[in-house]
RNA sequence: GUCCCCUUCGUCUAGCGGUUAGGACACCGGGUUUUCAUCUCGGCAACAGGGGUUCGAUCCCCCUAGGGGACGCCA
C-alpha cells in the first residue's frame, strides 16, 4: 500500500507552495487507495510555534485534505534519534568531529575565495575521534561513485558523491538535524513515496545514503517543480501568493483553491475542472509536468467564479454570511440578488461588497447623475408609467423596450442614470434584472428620491 | 563559483518522430434590450538559439543562452 506524508516545519502557516505540496502528496496517496500522513519537523526550537502547528493544521483541515491517522511530532523522537545516530557512529557509518565554529568559517571562507563549493572538507574523518558529548556526528559520505535515483516525475538524477561532503547528522547539543531525522522517521513511518519540492533533490541523495547505511528500504522520490510568483522570482506575499488561510479569509473556496492548485503542473487532457472526489480517483504523478509553473491571481479568480456558480443561491447565502456577516435572508429576493451577484463575482468577499445596494438606498440625487436637466421629465414619465405594470421578469423588459421606441431613445441614456439611481454605481447586473429582484416598491423609492428635489 | 533541475502562445498546459501545434486564463473585436457585468461568437498569440541522429524533428542526443534550485550544528 502506498503511504505518503507531508512534512511541514511549524516555523511558518501553510503557504500557497505547501499547500499544493501537500495535495499532490494526498491525491496521490488516495489515487492509490493508499495512506496520507502528516509530521511536523519540529526540530528547530527557536522557529518552531505551536500557533503555526495549528494554523496548518486549519490549513490542510480547510483544503479537505484528511490524516490517516494522528500528525507525527519530530520533536518527541529526538532521543531515539540521537541513539541511531549514535549507532550509525558504532557501526562506522558516522565519525564524530570537534571542529570549531570559527574553524568551518574559516574553512567555508577559503573555499569561496578559491571558488570552489563551500563544503566540510572531512578533516576529522579519518582520525577515529571518540565521540563525547558537545561533539557532532558527521555522516561519512561515500568518497567515490555516483548518489542516484529515479525520480517518478523528472526521471533519472545522479549527482557525483564529490559534490556532497560528510554532513552533521547530531548536533554538539546532541539534537539530531533534519536530513538524518527526515530519513529516519520516512522509514519508521514506512513511507512508500516522498513528495515534495524538487529544492530538496540534493537532500534526497543525502537521504537515501542515510536510509542505506540504516538498512532501509528506500522509498520513491517524486520532485514537483516550484510554484513561481507572477513575476517569475521566488514565491512570496509581495508577489501576491498567499498564505491558505487568507484565501479563505478573502472568500476563496476550498474547492476552486484546489482546483486551480491541481493544475498548476498535472493536467489531465483538456479538462479543467475537476472536483475533489475526481482528482482523489484520476491523479497520476505521471501526468506531473516537469517544468516550473508560475501563479497566476486571474485563473484562481476565473476557478473561484466557476465554483461560486456551482453553489445554489442556499449555499451562497450561507457562506457570503459565515464570510463577511452580509446575511442575505435580510433582503428580499435574497436568493436571486445572491445568484445574480456571483455571476459576476471572483470571490464570496466580492459579492458581499457588491451588494450594499440591496441593504442601502443609494440615495443619488438628479444632480449627481450628470445628465441634462430635461432629461428629468422623462424619467418622470418613466416612474409614472413604471408604477402600473405587472413586475414580472418579462413585463419590465417588455416596458422598457416599449418607453425606449416611444421616445427615441436608446437603451444606455436611460439605462446608464438608472443603474446610478438603482445602484449608486455603474457597474451592476442588468436593469430589468434589477427593477425585478429589487421591487417594484423599492425601485420607484429610489426613483422618486431621485427625481425630487 | 560549483553542482542539480527546467525551457511549447503573456500565463496554466495538450503533444509522447509525420498535427492546419489543440484547449483554458488574460487580452482584443463582434453580438445580446448596446454596463470596464453576465452570456455568446470570433480573433491575436508559442515549439529559446545552434548543432547533430533520422526519409522526417516540438518530440531523441549534444552545446549555448535564459530561468529556478541546492551548497548551515535551518528545515
Redesign the pocket.
Known amino acids: 500500500m502506498e503511504i505518503t506524508r507531508f512534512a511541514p ?1 511549524p516555523t511558518g502557516h501553510l503557504h500557497i507552495g505547501g499547500g499544493r505540496t501537500a495535495l499532490f502528496s494526498y491525491l496521490f496517496a488516495k489515487a492509490n487507495k493508499g495512506k496520507f500522513l502528516l509530521r511536523f ?1 519540529d ?2 526550537q527557536d ?1 518552531s510555534k505551536g500557533e503555526y502547528v495549528d494554523s496548518i493544521l486549519n490549513s490542510l483541515h480547510w483544503m479537505q485534505i484528511k490524516l490517516d491517522s494522528e500528525p507525527v511530532y519530530q520533536s518527541k523522537k529526538i532521543v531515539k534519534h540521537k541513539e541511531l545516530a549514535i549507532e550509525l557512529y558504532k557501526k562506522g557509518f558516522a565519525y564524530a568531529c570537534d ?3 570559527e574553524t ?1 568559517t574559516k574553512m ?1 571562507e577559503q573555499q569561496v575565495a578559491k ?6 572538507n572531512g578533516l576529522n574523518r579519518n582520525k577515529n575521534i571518540e565521540f563525547a558529548e558537545g561533539m ?1 556526528l558527521r555522516f561519512k559520505f561515500p568518497l567515490e561513485g555516483e548518489s542516484k535515483f529515479k525520480d517518478l516525475i ?2 533519472d ?1 545522479a ?2 558523491n564529490k ?1 556532497f561532503d560528510d554532513f ?1 547528522i547530531l ?3 546532541g539534537s539530531p ?3 538524518f531525522s527526515a530519513a529516519v522517521d520516512d522509514m519508521d513511518m514506512k513511507i512508500t513515496t516522498v513528495i515534495r519540492g ?6 534526497t541523495l543525502k537521504q537515501i545514503n542515510v536510509l542505506e547505511a540504516l538498512g532501509a528500504t528506500i522509498p520513491r522520490y517524486a520532485h514537483l ?2 510554484v ?1 510568483a507572477e513575476s ?3 514565491l512570496s506575499k509581495r508577489d501576491g501568493a498567499e498564505d491558505i488561510l487568507d484565501y479563505k479569509k478573502k472568500g476563496y473556496l476550498s474547492d476552486a483553491l484546489i482546483n486551480y492548485l491541481v ?3 498535472w ?1 489531465y ?2 479538462e ?1 475542472i475537476f472536483s475533489l472526489e475526481k482528482l482523489q480517483k484520476i491523479f497520476d504523478l505521471s ?1 506531473v ?6 501563479y ?1 491571481q ?2 484562481l479568480n ?1 476557478y473561484n467564479n466557476k465554483y461560486l456558480n456551482f453553489l445554489s443561491a442556499e449555499e451562497l447565502v450561507i457562506k457570503v454570511k459565515e464570510n463577511s456577516g452580509v446575511d442575505f435572508r435580510e433582503i428580499d429576493n435574497g436568493n436571486l440578488a445572491i445568484s445574480l451577484l456571483a ?2 463575482a471572483n470571490s464570496l468577499n466580492q459579492i458581499a461588497e457588491d451588494s450594499i445596494y440591496f441593504f442601502e438606498e443609494p440615495q443619488i440625487k438628479f444632480d449627481a447623475l450628470n445628465v441634462d436637466a430635461n432629461k428629468k421629465i422623462l424619467f418622470s414619465e418613466f416612474c409614472k408609467q413604471l408604477k402600473k405594470i405587472d413586475f414580472e421578469k418579462n413585463s419590465i ?2 416596458y ?2 416599449e418607453f425606449l421606441q416611444a421616445n427615441n431613445l ?3 441614456e436611460l ?2 442614470p438608472l ?1 446610478v439611481i438603482l445602484t449608486g454605481r ?7 434584472e434589477l427593477l425585478f429582484i429589487l421591487g417594484k416598491e423599492t425601485s420607484l423609492k429610489r426613483i422618486e428620491y431621485t427625481l425630487d428635489d
Do not use: Q
Open positions: 516545519s519537523e526540530t528547530d522557529r571542529c570549531s565554529e568551518l567555508r571558488k570552489l563549493k563551500p563544503k566540510y557532532v523528472l526521471g538524477i549527482i557525483n559534490e552533521i548536533r554538539s547539543d538535524t533534519y536530513n524538487d529544492d530538496h533533490i540534493t537532500n517543480p516550484m513561481l517569475g522570482k521566488r493544475r498548476l503542473g493536467s487532457g483538456e479543467e501526468d509536468n516537469s517544468s516550473p509553473s508560475k497566476s486571474d485563473l476565473w455571476k459576476g423588459e417588455k422598457i423596450k436608446k437603451f444606455p439605462g446608464k443603474r455603474e457597474n451592476a447586473p442588468s436593469i430589468s
